[in-house]
């Protein structure tokens, strides 16, 4: 017997991220026949002809009387544009007095005139918006990701390329910038200097060009491309849901098809963190070794669509509910949740009282985000009376929700038990998206009949709250245990730390001394709280203890880190730590008020 979930546990290729700009975005510049980025310093940049949103011609021409020009290429969809959206009209409104004029060029062959008219009205741009069709300026200029700007003198020479600062980055975000990069560059060229850091790294999206080679191949979209993503993206990236962009139709996925690539390639996406050495898990995401290398195929054969006539029905989701119809459906406050443009938001906790005038035996829940744009996780759990929040530690969380994650759905006979008088606690985590956002997320919920219920569902935790993280410190251990004083069945197990988490090991001790490694997650990322439901219930006899073993990184290397030289124990926070081993188990012999 093990949970059971209606949804396919397959994750996408490409989510949001950080929530997930992790999921989209890349490091090293990897574009096809580029140079390196060092080669455009210095380097003229010719004349152009783009036109805006508007349908209006712009030419490099246009901005002789400016001092300096700055090119932003961005993409509408690509996260970390869109974040890095409002700090480009920051810089613009500080800067354009002093001589500098803006453009921003999108050359994806994916993005539409209309949405670029939506992505500039949605972040309040005033500077010319240009569609660089072909990406003609990008392969002129070298341009390789969005977002990624270019300074151009007054000779209009390359002076600069790169980030515009580095508070944002593949996976990571920090509470303030540390390197100012865009604006120490503009300053230095206003004041005729050579710019100290000609080049920096860019991280983002790659632009989705038009192929160099003319498509051909047996690999197409069609009959090979189309039904991956339908087994494992489709399911985020549709209509409505958490990823940023579809990937239902070829012209969407052949535009990203280069960032499918790279990230399929680095191993980044799917997102499944466990190694494969140790256990078997019925949601794995993992693409097989014939998936990989039909994208890489398809990709290097320039993206082929082949015959429309085979391509396979897209799949088919449940409207609204990835559970049965709930029964009941519980919001998180009477009000929507203000969600700022900017910034690292703390975690919120909100208690509803649901009004339980009996016990509860719960046998489908799901946790939905209202605003998936800016929903990073959110953590359901019950407080019992008299007890005091305790982000779930004593009886574990119900349910949480996270790119990647299915909702909860226990086989027949089988439930989790809520007593009556008992709240709901909410934690969410919200990352802003680059422009002022509400949000109102619930919990539909289930029930099952009492007299149906033959096993109970216990929901625990293991978590050592007493521990301090050495300033600096890069592998820093903390351990905790717990001790199963009846024969259980293990169900799931769901590792969870904060910024500075870097692995975490789920180990059992049988009565006798004998070790077995049962999870390992080698490199835990925060921007994925996943989830890892058992292939096949583990018996762990009366007396088997849980071992969790997590390593930090609390040293400047950690790019998430937001304070390296602070020592950090446990909090509440994301920039406090915390250490908790979640898991889920059945009695062995099948009643179903046996507590472990």
């Not at 593949?170 to 710019?195: C, D, I, Y």
């Not at 209509?239 to 139709?249: K, R």
């Not at 829940?365 to 929903?375: L, Q, Y």
Request: charged share 20%; net charge neutral; hydrophobic share 40%.
């Amino acid at each position: 017997m093990r949970i059971l979930v209606h949804c396919s546990f397959a994750a996408c290729i490409l989510m949001v991220i950080f929530w997930a700009p992790r999921a989209v975005l890349a490091g090293p510049p990897a574009a096809p026949n580029a140079a390196h980025p060092a080669a455009s310093i210095g380097k003229k940049l010719a004349d152009f002809s783009l036109r805006d949103y508007r349908g209006k011609v712009h030419t490099l021409a246009d901005f002789a009387a400016k001092k300096v020009l700055v090119i932003a290429f961005i993409g509408v969809d690509c996260p970390l544009a869109t974040l890095y959206a409002p700090r480009l009209v920051q810089l613009a409104e500080e800067f354009t007095p002093q001589g500098v004029a803006f453009v921003a060029i999108d050359a994806n062959r994916q993005d539409s005139v209309t949405e670029l008219a939506t992505y500039a009205r949605a972040h309040g741009i005033q500077f010319p918006l240009l569609k660089d069709a072909g990406n003609v300026v990008a392969d002129r200029i070298g341009a390789l990701r969005t977002p990624e700007v270019f300074v151009l003198d007054v000779e209009r020479n390359v002076s600069y390329r790169g980030r515009i600062d580095d508070q944002y980055g593949v996976g990571f975000r920090r509470p303030q910038p540390a390197a100012h990069n865009l604006s120490a560059a503009l300053e230095q060229v206003l004041a005729g200097k050579p710019v100290s850091e000609p080049v920096t790294e860019a991280s983002g999206c790659l632009i989705g060009r038009v192929p160099k080679v003319e498509p051909s191949g047996d690999v197409t979209y069609s009959n090979q491309i189309s039904r991956i993503l339908n087994a494992r993206c489709i399911q985020c990236h549709r209509a409505g849901q958490i990823a940023p962009f579809p990937l239902s139709a070829y012209e969407e996925v052949a535009g990203w098809a280069d960032t499918i690539r790279e990230v399929v390639r680095d191993g980044r996406m799917p997102p499944w963190f466990a190694d494969p050495a140790h256990g078997k898990f019925s949601n794995d995401a993992r693409l097989s070794p014939d998936e990989k290398q039909l994208i890489e195929s398809w990709v290097t054969a320039g993206c082929p669509e082949g015959d429309r006539a085979q391509l396979s029905p897209p799949p088919e989701f449940a409207e609204g509910w990835a559970i049965p119809r709930p029964d009941r459906v519980i919001s998180m406050d009477d009000q929507p949740a203000k969600v700022a443009a900017e910034g690292v938001l703390p975690y919120r906790y909100l208690i509803t009282d649901p009004h339980f005038k009996e016990d509860k035996w719960i046998q489908a829940i799901e946790a939905r985000p209202g605003n998936r744009a800016v929903v990073h996780h959110i953590i359901v759990s019950f407080l019992k009376p008299g007890d005091r929040p305790n982000l779930g530690l004593d009886g574990g969380p119900l349910v949480g929700y996270a790119p990647g994650m299915p909702p909860v759905i226990y086989p027949k006979g089988t439930a989790q038990l809520v007593p009556k008088g008992s709240k709901v606690v909410f934690q969410v985590h919200y990352t802003p998206n680059g422009s002022p956002q509400e949000d109102l997320s619930c919990v539909g919920i289930v029930f099952a009949d009492p007299s149906s219920v033959k096993h109970r569902v216990w929901g625990g935790a293991t978590p050592n709250t007493r521990f301090r993280i050495p300033a600096g410190a890069d592998d820093y251990a903390v351990n905790s245990s717990r001790t199963f004083n009846e024969d259980v069945r293990l169900l799931t197990l769901t590792p969870h730390m904060h910024m500075r988490g870097k692995a975490f090991r789920f180990e059992v001790e049988y009565p006798g001394g004998r070790r077995e490694t049962l999870l390992d997650v080698p490199k835990y990322d925060f921007n994925w709280q996943l989830r890892y439901d058992l292939a096949e219930p583990k018996l762990l006899p009366r007396g088997t203890r849980l071992l969790c073993t997590a390593k930090y990184d609390n040293s400047e290397n950690n790019p998430n880190n937001p304070n390296p030289r602070r020592a950090v124990g446990w909090g509440e926070q994301t920039w406090d730590e915390m250490m908790i081993g979640y898991y889920t188990t059945i009695p062995a012999n099948g009643k179903a008020g046996v507590a472990n």
